[in-house]
Structure formats: C-alpha cells, structure tokens
C-alpha cells in the first residue's frame, strides 16, 4: 500500500520567515495529494490540494509544488503569522483510489512573534 | 457549509465495554470515514464507505467494526474496547466517488479506556 513520509516532524520560525515542509509518497499511481492544516483541539482542514497533472500550485501565501519523478510533495508558506502555528498534514491517495488517503505523521509549525 | 458531527466528544469507558461512536453529515454526501489520530502517528484510516451498507477496511481495522444504516449516519463499534484503543476518533466525509474529492472532518471524539 501506500506509504508516506513528512518532515520534518517539529519546525519554528520567525514571523515574517517561510516555512517548507516535505513529503514523500511510494505508490507510482497516486495522482491527488492534499495539505490539511489542524489547529490546537480542532478539525484538520483542507488548505490546498494539487493533482497529478499540475506541478505548483499558489493560494495567497501557500504554495505547492509536486515532483511526480521523484514522489515527492512540499507545502510552502511565506511571510509566516502566528496564526500559521498548527499541525499540518501531507496526503496522498492510495493507487489512485477515489476513496482512501494516505496521510503523512503530521508537522507542528510553531510561528514565533 | 458541510457540517459533520460527532456525537461525543469525550468518552470514558471500561476495558471490555462495547463502545458506539456516532457520526452524521448533513451534505448528501456518498463516502464516509473513520479515522485514528495519535501523536506521532498521523492521521490512520480504520474503515471507510463508500454507499449504504457498504464498508471496506482500512489500513487498521482491527477491534474495530462499522454500521452505514443510512446515508447519513456511519457508527464505529469497539466490541470489546481496550486500553490502546485510547485514542482520538475523527469521523469524515467526501461528496462523491471521483478522485480527489475535499474530506470534511468532524470535531473529533476523544476515547479513553481505563
């Protein structure tokens, strides 16, 4: 099945830095890979998503960019605010399905003031 | 607004208690899940359906059964529930059966087995 990998698992930075984080997927078939963002005692939320077909992908100040040769994702945010800080998750779905994803083990992104 | 709900949201229970969790969308929506979040652990599917009366396993399924009686409606059972069955359930749910659908999460119930 699938696998995959995040890092890295814990990141802080300065208000007003960027913040990358990296995953990495196994399953070749894979075409539909999301980032969930979950704050402290809520519900992860979808904040981008990209497909197979596309390489980067831009909302304001989050990006991501997709490398379908070398399975790899990243998430990257710029000019970080405190209201950044969260756990964010990378996914993928698994051979392609139309139901299950895969999710990575999560980053805590601490945006220090 | 897509609205999933969980009808607990803390439980304590006893090792070998039956314990039901509940979930319920109000979006119409086909594809229902559940999930298990642990730190360091991520999020980790446990059972999905995809119709009613329909489930299929997910990656860690076992202690674990599902009920979608209804469109709307998908329950967790532990038959016998167990201490490292502690943990943090997220329900959720996606419109349709095509590839790359949003997943809605529910607020999440928190389990404890003592």
């Known amino acids: 099945g699938e696998n995959v990998e995040q890092h890295p698992s814990t990141l802080s930075v300065q208000e007003g830095d960027s913040a990358v984080i990296k995953c990495t997927y196994s399953?070749?078939?894979?075409?539909?890979f999301p980032w969930y963002k979950q704050e402290l005692g809520k519900r992860p939320q979808l904040i981008i998503d990209?497909?197979?077909?596309?390489g980067e992908k831009k909302d304001q100040r989050i990006a991501v960019t997709l490398n379908k040769t070398a399975k790899h994702f990243s998430l990257h945010i710029t000019e970080t605010q405190p209201e950044d800080s969260a756990v964010y998750f990378c996914a993928a779905n698994s051979g392609g399905s139309n139901y299950k994803l895969t999710f990575g083990k999560g980053t805590l992104l601490t945006v220090n003031p | 607004d897509v609205k999933v709900t969980q009808s607990s949201r803390y439980l304590v229970k006893r090792t070998g208690e039956k314990v039901f969790l509940e979930c319920v969308q109000d979006m119409d929506h086909e594809n229902m899940f559940w999930y298990r979040q642990d730190p360091g652990l991520g999020l980790r599917l446990i059972y999905f359906s995809y119709d009613v009366k329909m489930k299929e396993k997910g990656d860690i399924p076992e202690g674990y059964s599902v009920s979608r009686e209804k469109k709307e409606r998908f329950s967790l059972i532990l038959e016998s529930a167990s201490t490292n069955q502690t943990s943090m359930y997220l329900c959720a749910s996606s419109l349709t059966a095509s590839s790359g659908n949003t997943i809605y999460f529910g607020e999440g119930s928190w389990l404890t087995v003592v």
């Open positions: 399953d070749s078939a894979s075409n539909y």
């Open positions: 990209i497909r197979s077909n596309v």
